[in-house]
């Protein structure tokens, strides 16, 4: 944990110029904190970093089931592949 604050005050030097509320905030809110509570709270920062991907959420394949089933409304699935085998055999 004590690496993982050095890092951040590192981070924070680093970026002055631009991380003057970061500092604030920490100075303000954070350091006054006992060093359990400034623990925990890095430890729901890097959760928190974990789980975000980027802010990408993590999406599962079952969620485009039934996608674009209306296409599909009124075709026989035997006659659409015997067309596509046709194709295939037809010399181009």
């Known amino acids: 944990m004590l690496n993982a604050r050095r890092a951040l005050c590192v981070r924070i030097q680093v970026n002055k110029a631009m991380s003057s509320n970061i500092e604030k905030i920490y100075e303000r809110h954070i350091k006054p904190l006992p060093r359990e509570e400034q623990r925990l709270l890095l430890d729901?920062?890097?959760k928190e970093l974990d789980?975000?991907?980027?802010?990408?959420?993590?999406?599962?394949?079952?969620?485009?089931?039934?996608?674009g089933q209306e296409i599909w409304k009124g075709v026989d699935?035997?006659?659409?592949?015997?067309?596509?085998?046709?194709?295939?055999?037809?010399?181009?």
């Open 44 to 46: 729901v920062l890097r």
């Open 77 to 92: 699935p035997q006659e659409y592949v015997r067309t596509l085998r046709e194709e295939w055999e037809e010399p181009q």
């Open 51 to 67: 789980d975000d991907s980027n802010g990408v959420k993590k999406r599962s394949i079952l969620e485009l089931r039934g996608l």
